[in-house]
């Protein structure tokens, strides 16, 4: 595969330095960002949670797309505009260890942060206000609901709802907002499908260690201080 090529090409030291001197850095959400796995969580409060994983685990299998796996899930759970306000209320999601820190010193020095997820903006959205990240600086599936709130399907002509959707977005990113070097953080496959086009991938294991991420990254980190050591390194660099 030529993903899996690139990215063992590149040393860990590489990594970091690209990590280091990145334009804009696009996060995961889901068991990244959040320990939460949304659309997971979602099902199980309501009521439905082994037949939603037994369908992800079909799809894992089956070679299904990503949009299909989405559209089989999500007509199991069919949440409606209520449910997803009361479960954003009864289940508010759980930040990973010094995710904000580590965002607010990306921001301190001037990079550029953005959340990239197969998740729902109607979720991750508090998660993004929390952060302090613009809406155009989210990217997610939208979910679509009919006029009394029922459930209607998601939006497909998000960049978000297909097969290398995250690739897609690092692509727009680079080409709407004039970034040079984009890295991605992320504890899943599809985070790692991203890079490239993203110039760098770092693996995250905090939350979930998924065993093809870690042996595929070269710069696998289980806690983000490892990220926040790394940048007050370049300060350590550049005053010396
Ligand atoms: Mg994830």
Known sequence: MPLERSMMTLSKEHVQRLWRMA????????????KDEGLDDLANYC????????MTLKAMGGGM????????????????????????????????????????????KN??????TGGFRSIITPVANALDI????????????NEDGSYAGFDTTA??????GKARVVQHIKDKYNVKTVVFVGDG?????????????????????????????????????????ELSNETNIQKS
């Not at 613009?134 to 609901?145: D, G, K, R, S, Y």
């Not at 985070?191 to 990254?217: L, T, W």
């Open 189 to 229: 496959a599809t985070d790692m499908e991203a890079c490239p086009p993203a110039d760098a991938f770092i693996g995250y294991g905090g939350n979930v260690i998924r065993a093809k991420v870690k042996e595929n990254s070269p710069w696998f980190v289980t806690d983000f201080q490892e990220l926040i050591d």
């Open 65 to 108: 797309t990503f949009r299909e796996a989405l559209t089989q899930r999500l007509n199991i759970v069919r949440p409606s505009r209520q449910t997803v306000e009361n479960f954003n209320i009864d289940h508010p999601s759980t930040f990973s260890p010094r995710i904000k820190e580590l965002i607010d010193l990306l921001r301190l």
């Open 47 to 54: 009521g439905v949670g082994p037949q939603v994983e037994a």
């Open 23 to 34: 334009d804009a850095v696009c996060f995961d959400v889901d068991s990244t960002v959040i």
């Open 159 to 164: 960049l978000t709802s297909e097969s290398g």
């Open 134 to 145: 613009p809406q155009e600086h989210l990217f997610a599936n939208t979910l679509l609901f």
């Open 111 to 116: 990079k550029q942060v953005y959340l990239v």
